[in-house]
């Protein structure tokens, strides 16, 4: 009975007891179990953040690549351009049916200039070795291109007659108005700078025609001819050299300088004192333009 009553007492004693230490080890766990969660909720949040700095760093590294490596579209293109240039001296002799002799200088003018090119531009390829993948390329292009050029010629000279040992000339002035057309076919060969800018030379071959008009000539002051027109052609050459801009793949605006070889022109018309036929020797024209291009297709 004895033992009863002591065991009655002695299992709540025991059960205060078990909760008094587990109380503490729980509420250790269920902390520790906190701790763990928050950090590893921080070391989410962190991970996310540099992974998003990463991601920005590699879109920003592409879009430096994408500039770097800007190419010019490859395709057909059209251009329009206008400037001016400068005609130089030009030294003429005339021939006349009477048996008149002359000769003198023409030119050293400044002149207006405006024409069309029409062409083709290969993707080319990249160039090697530290350049490489830096966005440097040679690109290869051929063309079409005429132009317009027009000026007023006026100059000095002497006209007479030659005997042996001399000649008896008096002094003449000449003066006419030149249109001149010109065509040639260009090969061009570009550098493609990492910057949009392309320098550029070439050379080109074709040919030209002339219109010479309101022709007037005197000689000691004296008008043999007055309004007079005739026409020519021949073999012109160019040296090349420009540089383009390119605003977008197609657009780009370009700087052209020539130096225009036209070779020997001759102009035929009629005077008062008979036909006369003026030889000029190479008409030498330095050239620059400004236009604008762009790449169809």
Same mark, same amino acid.
């Given at each position: 009975?004895?033992?009863?009553?002591?065991?009655?007492?002695?299992?709540?004693?025991?059960?205060?007891?078990?909760?008094?230490?587990?109380?503490?080890?729980?509420?250790?766990?269920?902390?520790?179990?906190?701790?763990?969660?928050?950090?590893?909720?921080?070391?989410?949040?962190?991970?996310? +953040?540099?992974?998003?700095?990463?991601?920005?760093?590699?879109?920003?590294?592409?879009?430096?690549?994408?500039?770097?490596?800007?190419?010019?579209?490859?395709?057909?293109?059209?251009?329009?351009?206008?400037?001016?240039?400068?005609?130089?001296?030009?030294?003429?002799?005339?021939?006349?049916?009477?048996?008149?002799?002359?000769?003198?200088?023409?030119?050293? /003018?400044?002149?207006?200039?405006?024409?069309?090119?029409?062409?083709?531009?290969?993707?080319?390829?990249?160039?090697?070795? /530290?350049?490489?993948?830096?966005?440097?390329?040679?690109?290869?292009?051929?063309?079409?291109?005429?132009?317009?050029?027009?000026?007023?010629?006026?100059?000095?000279?002497?006209?007479?007659?030659?005997?042996?040992?001399?000649?008896?000339?008096?002094?003449?002035?000449?003066?006419?108005?030149?249109?001149?057309?010109?065509?040639?076919?260009?090969?061009?060969?570009?550098?493609?700078?990492?910057? +949009?800018?392309?320098?550029?030379?070439?050379?080109?071959?074709?040919?030209?025609?002339?219109?010479?008009?309101?022709?007037?000539?005197?000689?000691?002051?004296?008008?043999?001819?007055?309004?007079?027109?005739?026409?020519?052609?021949?073999?012109?050459?160019?040296?090349?050299?420009?540089?383009?801009?390119?605003?977008?793949?197609?657009?780009?605006? !370009?700087?052209?300088?020539?130096?225009?070889?036209? /070779?020997?022109?001759?102009?035929?018309?009629?005077?008062?004192?008979?036909?006369?036929?003026?030889?000029?020797?190479?008409?030498?024209?330095?050239?620059?333009?400004?236009?604008?291009?762009?790449? !169809?297709?």
């Amino acid at each position: 009975m004895k033992r009863r009553k002591t065991l009655r007492y002695l299992v709540p004693a025991i059960g205060l007891f078990a909760l008094a230490v587990t109380q503490p080890l729980r509420a250790g766990i269920e902390e520790g179990d906190s701790a763990a969660s928050t950090s590893t909720d921080l070391s989410s949040a962190g991970g996310d +953040k540099e992974m998003k700095e990463a991601s920005k760093e590699m879109k920003e590294q592409k879009e430096i690549s994408k500039e770097e490596a800007f190419r010019p579209k490859e395709g057909l293109y059209a251009g329009l351009y206008g400037g001016a240039g400068y005609m130089d001296t030009n030294r003429y002799t005339s021939t006349f049916s009477s048996g008149l002799i002359g000769n003198g200088n023409l030119g050293g /003018n400044w002149q207006w200039v405006g024409g069309i090119k029409v062409g083709y531009q290969w993707k080319g390829w990249e160039l090697g070795d /530290n350049l490489s993948g830096k966005g440097w390329y040679l690109m290869p292009a051929a063309e079409f291109d005429g132009f317009y050029i027009g000026n007023s010629q006026s100059g000095t000279g002497f006209t007479g007659l030659a005997f042996p040992g001399g000649f008896a000339g008096a002094s003449t002035n000449t003066g006419m108005q030149l249109n001149i057309g010109v065509m040639t076919i260009n090969g061009l060969l570009k550098l493609v700078t990492p910057w +949009k800018l392309v320098p550029y030379i070439g050379m080109g071959v074709g040919g030209y025609y002339l219109s010479a008009s309101n022709i007037s000539q005197s000689i000691a002051g004296h008008g043999i001819v007055n309004g007079a027109s005739t026409t020519d052609g021949g073999f012109v050459f160019t040296p090349i050299a420009g540089t383009e801009y390119y605003f977008t793949r197609e657009l780009s605006l !370009f700087v052209e300088f020539k130096f225009l070889y036209m /070779n020997n022109p001759i102009l035929n018309y009629g005077t008062a004192v008979g036909n006369e036929s003026m030889h000029f020797g190479n008409m030498l024209n330095y050239i620059g333009v400004l236009g604008a291009k762009y790449v !169809f297709w």
